[in-house]
């Protein structure tokens, strides 16, 4: 049968990009998602808001909802120092293997956990399994309908605490329209929005940066 669009995304990764530069694997799934398949990266032009936030934040612990092919953790895991890491959940378990391989050739599989389940499983787990006592940064990029359920219960599970900072892609496009009026309403947060373009598009997106106030 056919291959699938992350086994293309991968052989991409593995003809193109060199074992141990993530650099360079970023660029392989970049150049053939403009050139040769659509697939829902962040991307570059999303990409490099991310790292600068990342770089802003300097998180030591991050906290990914929806993995994919692992585009976006190697973004993220490139940039951190040593001693922090990125839990990424994905509950595909196609995607998950896919995303472990491009992980692994980007030589960052020790500044990465990636943990194959649902967001709502595994949330109330993150401190008794991890030991994570709270997430400087949760990048957003699964499911758009599940972004405001499972802030909720980040912030129910004490996983959210002053200072952390919520990166959420697509608030345009797809879009996540309760989840903004959530974080841009609340006095809880400081909300910022970061205009930009859907991946690999000339379309409106952007990302939405939430700083948690405390209670
Ligand atoms: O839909 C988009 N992303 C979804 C990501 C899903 C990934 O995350 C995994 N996942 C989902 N829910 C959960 C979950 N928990 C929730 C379920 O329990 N727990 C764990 N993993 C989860 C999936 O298995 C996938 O790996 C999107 C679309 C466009 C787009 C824009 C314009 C277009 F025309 C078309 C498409 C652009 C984008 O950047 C996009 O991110
Ligand atoms: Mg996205």
């Not at 970023?26 to 040769?36: E, L, N, P």
């Not at 995607?95 to 990636?114: C, F, H, M, P, T």
Request: one cysteine or more.
């Amino acid at each position: 049968t056919r291959t699938s669009r992350p086994q293309r995304i991968l052989k991409a990764v593995q003809t193109k990009a060199t074992v141990g530069d993530p650099q360079s694997v970023i660029t392989a799934i970049d150049h053939f998602c403009r050139h040769r398949e659509w697939a829902m990266n962040v991307g570059d032009e999303k990409g490099s808001i991310l790292d600068s936030v990342v770089n802003e934040v300097s998180p030591v612990t991050v906290l990914e909802l929806g993995t994919y092919c692992g585009y976006s953790t190697v973004r993220i895991a490139r940039l951190l120092p040593p001693g922090a890491c990125v839990i990424t959940l994905e509950f595909n378990p196609d995607y998950a293997a896919i995303a472990r391989q491009v992980i692994k050739w980007s030589g960052l599989e020790d500044k990465v956990q990636l943990v194959e389940g649902a967001s709502g499983d595994w949330i109330p787990w993150m401190k008794e399994h991890f030991g994570v006592q709270a997430f400087d940064l949760v990048f957003l990029d699964h499911w758009k309908e599940r972004y405001l359920p499972d802030t909720k219960l980040l912030e129910e599970c004490g996983l959210i605490q002053k200072g952390t900072v919520l990166l959420a892609d697509n608030v345009i496009c797809p879009g996540t329209p309760d989840y903004l009026e959530y974080v841009r309403n609340s006095p809880h947060y400081n909300s910022q929005y970061y205009r930009s373009h859907l991946e690999y598009t000339k379309v409106e997106d952007g990302l939405e940066k939430s700083v948690f106030l405390g209670y």
